[in-house]
């Protein structure tokens, strides 16, 4: 609380003024540990994903399993299909349905960007529903 003296009265009177300065130093000061923690906050490290324990869901009567080998070669089923020909392999093994899942299984030593590549080419064919295969890791009783 402020206080003003005047001369003609015997009782100081009250200004009603905040004092913002001290405010404004509080706000700057976080400002400066914000700027300063938020780069530190995203750090780039190694992830080691976990095996999946999810519910088994049930498997269609004939599933159509595309497989990237980790020569990099494509088998549709049992079956090798050259990269250019995939669209036209899949069209004639979903009879042209367009919304028939497509199990991708690739092996462990071809890289995340050829898995995504892959996918690409499955979605630029109007193959939308896609299901990653994997190991089942169930934990021991």
């Given at each position: ?74 088998a549709l089923g049992e079956e090798t299909v050259a990269r250019d020909t995939l669209a ?54």
């Open positions: 609380m402020a206080l003003r003296l005047a001369h003609d009265d015997d009782e100081p009177a009250e200004t009603h003024e905040i004092n913002v300065t001290p405010f404004i130093d509080v706000i700057l000061v976080l400002l400066i540990i914000f700027m300063i923690a938020a780069p530190l906050a995203t750090v780039d490290m190694a992830v080691d994903l976990p095996a999946s324990t999810a519910e088994r869901q049930p498997r269609p009567d004939k599933p159509v399993f595309l497989t990237l080998k980790a020569d990099g070669s494509l036209a392999a899949l069209e004639a093994r979903t009879r042209g349905n367009r919304e028939e899942r497509v199990f991708l299984r690739a092996d462990r030593a071809v890289s995340y960007g050829d898995v995504v590549a892959l996918m690409n080419v499955l979605r630029a064919a109007g193959y939308l529903k896609i299901a990653l295969v994997g190991l089942e890791n169930r934990p021991a009783p």
